[in-house]
C-alpha cells in the first residue's frame, strides 16, 4: 500500500529526474545540470509502480490503469537517458517475456 505521500508523488506533474537525491549540505553534479526536486533512484521508481500495480489490482473498479500510470512517470522525465533507462528497465521487470 502507498503512503499518502508516495500516492501524490506519483499524480504530481512535476518532472522526474533518474539518480541518487542529493542531501541537504552536498553537492553533486550529475549530467550537465543539477538535478534539484523529485530525484529517485530507478530501482525505488521501480519499487513504487510496482506498489502502485498492486493497489489497483486491488481495487474493484479503478480509475487508472497501469499503463496511464507508466505514461505518467514517462511524460514526467525529460532527461532522454532517464527515458531509455527507465523504458528499458519497465521492459525487463514488468513486460519480460
Do not use: Y
Not at 523529485?38 to 521501480?46: D, G, P, Q
Not at 505518467?72 to 519480460?96: M, N, P, Q
Request: aromatic share 6%; proline share 3%; net charge negative.
Amino acid at each position: 500500500m502507498l503512503t499518502d505521500e508516495e500516492a501524490l508523488w506519483l499524480k504530481q506533474s512535476s518532472p522526474i529526474w533518474i539518480g541518487t537525491p542529493l542531501k541537504l549540505g552536498s553537492s553533486a553534479k550529475l549530467g550537465n545540470s543539477m538535478r534539484l526536486g523529485n530525484v529517485i533512484e530507478l530501482a525505488a521508481l521501480l519499487d513504487l509502480i510496482e506498489r502502485k500495480f498492486d493497489e489497483i489490482g486491488k481495487l474493484d473498479n479503478p480509475d487508472t490503469t497501469d499503463i496511464q500510470v507508466l505514461n505518467s512517470v514517462l511524460a514526467r522525465l525529460h532527461d532522454a537517458e532517464d527515458k531509455t533507462a527507465f523504458c528499458a528497465a519497465v521492459d525487463e521487470r514488468f513486460i519480460g517475456e
